[in-house]
């Protein structure tokens, strides 16, 4: 990564815990740059779990649990606050897991560690398949239907198709980087399609429409199908606690003599 660039995040981060009066827990890449397959201008997206003074959490009254910092074409930066990042968690949210699991990281806390050792414990194969599942069917609908399609709309789809061929293979969430998962779940036969597709993408700003590649959408076709009928036949099996995930965020909260 651009030093620079790294700099100025963590410039970032510093002016976001002492503003909004909050320490930054994990701050990770979740976009096309903790993917793998950004293009020359994408932008950086920047995102936060943070946790703010125990008393912020006593009060009557309804209260923000999102930053939403900066929006430009250079950084997309907002963060969720921890108690809004455990009740998701408990819904199995597919997002808890990708920030986890980012291959980017800006920052992370040690306090951080008593919330990643329950994560996987949260994990709910049926939630997980169905959110890739209809992310893949969407991006497929509104950009490869037509006679000529977005080409860099291949990788959004399939790195969602791919997600689900992971958990299906591993009941775990899936890594974010796309080439772990062609490595891993890909058909052997078109991996010098996709890989010849990203060499393009990542030195082209836009990449622009072009013809259908027969192969991929063979694939794709051939996944909706598969993956379809599996969620229909899966069950949501967890039953989660909130047990652990309550001493957890109190724990962070009644420190004594931390940084927040």
Not at 114 to 142: E, Q
Not at 184 to 200: D, F, R, S, W
């Amino acid at each position: 990564m651009d030093e620079i660039i790294y700099q100025k995040i963590q410039e970032k981060l510093d002016e976001i815990e002492e503003k909004e009066n909050v320490e930054i827990l994990l701050c990770v890449e979740s976009g096309s740059r903790a993917w793998g397959f950004e293009s020359p201008d994408s932008d950086y997206d920047v995102r936060f779990i943070y946790v703010r003074k125990k008393d912020f959490y006593l009060k009557l009254e309804k209260t923000r649990d999102v930053i939403e910092w900066q929006l430009d074409d250079v950084f997309d930066i907002n963060g969720w606050d921890i108690q809004k990042t455990l009740r998701l968690l408990y819904k199995s949210n597919p997002t808890v897991f990708e920030w986890n699991n980012s291959p980017i990281i800006y920052r992370v806390s040690d306090k951080w560690d008593s919330f990643k050792s329950l994560l996987n414990d949260y994990f709910d194969v049926k939630k997980g398949l169905y959110h890739y599942f209809s992310t893949a069917k969407s991006d497929y609908r509104k950009h490869l239907s037509g006679d000529k399609v977005k080409l860099k709309k291949y990788f959004y789809v399939l790195r969602t198709l791919l997600a689900c061929e992971w958990i299906l293979d591993k009941g775990t969430p899936p890594p974010m980087l796309f080439s772990e998962l062609c490595k891993t779940e890909l058909p052997h036969e078109l991996l010098p399609v996709v890989n010849k597709l990203l060499e393009v993408k990542m030195k082209t700003p836009e990449m622009g429409k072009g013809d259908k590649i027969k192969i991929l959408h063979d694939y794709i076709k051939a996944e909706f199908e598969k993956i379809e009928q599996i969620i229909n036949s899966t069950e949501t099996v967890k039953d989660n606690s909130w047990e652990p995930l309550n001493k957890a965020f109190l724990q962070v909260i009644a420190a004594e003599g931390e940084k927040i």
